[in-house]
């Protein structure tokens, strides 16, 4: 075969295969793109755990009718522009791969109005050369990313889902995660019809600790040490379990840096470093921890799934987390040891 450049939607689907695994991995870019969008509400609505339909909508600023076919094609982004972007990122995403490859594998519709436009208009993706089609539409201010009948047309794919339950559950602990993230944002998640869950946005120190408990249960919160403390840059703050609140399962183990949902090996070092003395080695640390710091100091850009960072200083950001840590969990144990004696 001679040397030919890839049809769009064939390029589009081998990038899917890396960014979209499964219908949480949709909602993951679509709630992220929400967010970057500014959307202080977000509804999802999900069925046969979000491999019959996937619907996100957001109250953010909203896609120009003239950009929405854009924004179904590859490499397509408003996020970033140059280099010196991409080496300080504030928005969750720059790649401008996800909406391409989502309506590659899907049956996609974007619906979205801006401020300045009179009337909302969709934009429907279907089909082997990727043309996009718009029609006017009726939608507030906001996006609308309704995604029908995932993998319908990689069935190699579909193959790979498992129950609608465990599906679902992907999605609700990932709606969690987000959750945790931003409690200035209000999420509805439901599933066939009916509202699982419901994040309220959260203000007042006790809001915060309702959305925490709707996320992690009241047992968490029963024991749960609140965290907070800065150095030059760093900012490190949020909760952690007291060693009795220590748990069978890791479960309950969130950190965000800037903003961002991680799981980071230096990270986990210093926190299991700080819990080393206090747990039993079939028992888990809880957290839920919240990592601020200058986005020149830490670069993301280093896996698809933009799991991981690295720190410019880990050193300093892994020694600074262990000491936080480990004098929250002092204090922690001095307050429940007077307890004790009241
Ligand atoms: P990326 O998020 O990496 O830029 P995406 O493919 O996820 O790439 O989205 C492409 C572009 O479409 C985004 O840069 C953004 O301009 C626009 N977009 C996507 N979703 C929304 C949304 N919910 N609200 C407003 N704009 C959006
Ligand atoms: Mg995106």
């Known amino acids: 075969m001679p040397i030919q450049i890839l049809p769009a939607r064939l390029a589009n689907q081998i990038a899917a295969g890396e960014v979209v695994e499964r219908p949480a991995s949709v909602v993951k870019e679509l709630v992220e793109n929400s967010l970057d969008a500014g959307a202080t509400r977000i509804d999802i609505d999900i069925e046969k755990g979000g491999s019959r339909l996937i619907r996100i909508r957001d109250n953010g600023k909203g896609i120009p009718k003239d950009e929405l076919a854009l924004a179904l094609s590859r490499h397509a982004t408003s996020k970033i522009t140059t280099l010196d972007d991409l080496e300080a990122i504030v928005s969750l995403g720059f790649r401008g791969e996800a909406l391409a490859s989502i309506s590659s594998v899907s049956r996609l519709t974007l619906t979205s109005r801006t401020q300045a436009q009179e009337e909302a208009w969709s934009a429907y993706a279907e089909g082997r050369d990727m043309d996009v089609q718009l029609k006017p539409a009726a939608h507030p201010v906001g996006t609308t990313l309704e995604v029908l009948d995932l993998f319908f047309n990689t069935p190699a794919r579909r193959k790979f889902l498992r129950t609608e339950k465990t599906e679902f559950n ?173």
């Not at 066939?192 to 915060?208: D, E």
Request: glycine residues 4%; contains cysteine.
């Open 170 to 342: 992907h999605i609700d602990e990932l709606i969690k995660r987000i959750a945790l993230s931003r409690f200035d944002v209000a999420i509805t998640l439901r599933h066939n019809g009916k509202i699982i869950r419901q994040y309220r946005t959260a203000q007042t120190p006790i809001q915060k600790e309702r959305r925490l408990a709707t996320a992690c249960g009241s047992g968490f919160l029963q024991h749960a040490l609140v965290v907070e403390l800065a150095h030059g840059d760093l900012k490190l703050s949020g909760w952690v379990c007291s060693s009795q609140g220590a748990r069978a399962q890791n479960d309950i183990q969130y950190c965000y840096v800037n903003g961002r949902m991680m799981k980071d090996k230096l990270i986990n070092h210093a926190i299991r470093q700080a819990y080393e003395s206090s747990l039993r080695s079939d028992q888990y640390a809880a957290y839920v921890l919240y990592i601020d710091v200058d986005p020149h100091q830490v670069d993301v850009n280093v896996h698809p799934a933009k799991h991981e960072v690295r720190f410019h200083q880990a050193r300093l950001v892994h020694d600074f987390i262990y000491q936080a840590l480990q004098s929250a969990l002092q204090q922690g144990a001095l307050e429940e040891e007077q307890h004790q004696y009241q």
